[in-house]
């Protein structure tokens, strides 16, 4: 035999004893339906992973317009104990995006962390920091107690006790004539640093910050 013909390879898959051969089929062939087999595999997941993606992500990138929506006289607030108002965290659906907001005058003898000398009111969101239940305002214990897995904050909203990672978080405020206005959330650390909002159990002190990134389209006022 030459080295020509000793060279030469058969187009067939069984004379070549690849695995699965059947008679009469060729490697180009077999190429071809394999490749066709993984396209089309790749499109069917492609198919339900980038709309599963899109759902995921879709909230990240969505710009929320910053409102202030007025809450009360700003009489109705003194320095030493909470008022529950009812703030709209998502326009358009009706109580479903609603909210409860506790709010009181900025009190000098009790707000000395230095995040706090901006503001003439301060506003805590209800949203427990562990997993998002809603949480009361106890006056006789001076604390907030969340009922789901006994989360409890002290009078600034820092946790003192229970699974909580973080504070409760705030809410700017302002005021406009006569009348105390609340805007957007923003999240703090156990020194109440400000962050950009945070989801529940995304903790913001050490590495944890930086193991939850603020979202693209937020921004600090």
Same mark, same amino acid.
């Given at each position: *035999?030459?080295?020509?013909?000793?060279?030469?390879?058969?187009? $067939?898959?069984?004379? !070549? *004893?690849? &695995? @699965?051969?059947?008679? +009469?089929?060729?490697?180009? !062939?077999? !190429?071809? *339906?394999? @490749?066709?087999?993984?396209?089309?595999? +790749?499109?069917a997941a492609a198919a339900f992973a980038l709309p599963a993606l899109g759902f995921a992500l879709g909230p990240i990138f969505k710009k929320t317009p910053h409102t202030w929506q007025t809450v009360g006289p700003a009489s109705?607030? =003194?320095?030493?104990? $909470?008022?529950?108002?009812?703030?709209?965290l998502t326009p358009g659906i009706g109580e479903a995006g609603t909210s409860t907001a506790y709010v009181r005058k900025f009190?000098?003898?009790?707000?000395?962390?230095? $995040?706090?000398? =901006?503001? &003439? $009111?301060?506003?805590? =969101? =209800?949203?427990?920091?562990? /997993? @998002?239940? &809603?949480? !009361?305002?106890?006056d006789a214990a001076e604390r907030f107690i969340c009922p789901c897995h006994g989360g409890v904050y002290d /009078?600034? +909203?820092k946790r003192v006790g229970g699974p909580p990672v973080r504070p409760l978080d705030r809410f700017y405020t302002r005021v406009e004539g006569e009348s105390v206005q609340i805007g957007p959330r923003f999240s703090v650390n156990s020194e109440l640093r400000r962050f950009s909002p945070r989801d529940p159990g995304e903790p913001l002190d050490g590495i944890g910050q930086y193991l939850y990134p603020s979202r693209p389209t937020e921004r600090k006022l």
């Amino acid at each position: *035999m030459s080295d020509k013909h000793a060279k030469h390879k058969s187009k $067939y898959t069984a004379d !070549r *004893m690849i &695995p @699965g051969a059947f008679e +009469g089929e060729t490697v180009t !062939r077999r !190429r071809f *339906m394999t @490749g066709t087999a993984h396209t089309a595999g +790749g499109i069917a997941a492609a198919a339900f992973a980038l709309p599963a993606l899109g759902f995921a992500l879709g909230p990240i990138f969505k710009k929320t317009p910053h409102t202030w929506q007025t809450v009360g006289p700003a009489s109705s607030f =003194s320095e030493d104990n $909470y008022v529950p108002v009812v703030v709209t965290l998502t326009p358009g659906i009706g109580e479903a995006g609603t909210s409860t907001a506790y709010v009181r005058k900025f009190n000098p003898k009790i707000d000395t962390d230095p $995040y706090d000398a =901006s503001t &003439p $009111y301060i506003a805590i =969101s =209800s949203r427990c920091a562990h /997993l @998002g239940c &809603p949480v !009361r305002w106890v006056d006789a214990a001076e604390r907030f107690i969340c009922p789901c897995h006994g989360g409890v904050y002290d /009078l600034l +909203g820092k946790r003192v006790g229970g699974p909580p990672v973080r504070p409760l978080d705030r809410f700017y405020t302002r005021v406009e004539g006569e009348s105390v206005q609340i805007g957007p959330r923003f999240s703090v650390n156990s020194e109440l640093r400000r962050f950009s909002p945070r989801d529940p159990g995304e903790p913001l002190d050490g590495i944890g910050q930086y193991l939850y990134p603020s979202r693209p389209t937020e921004r600090k006022l």
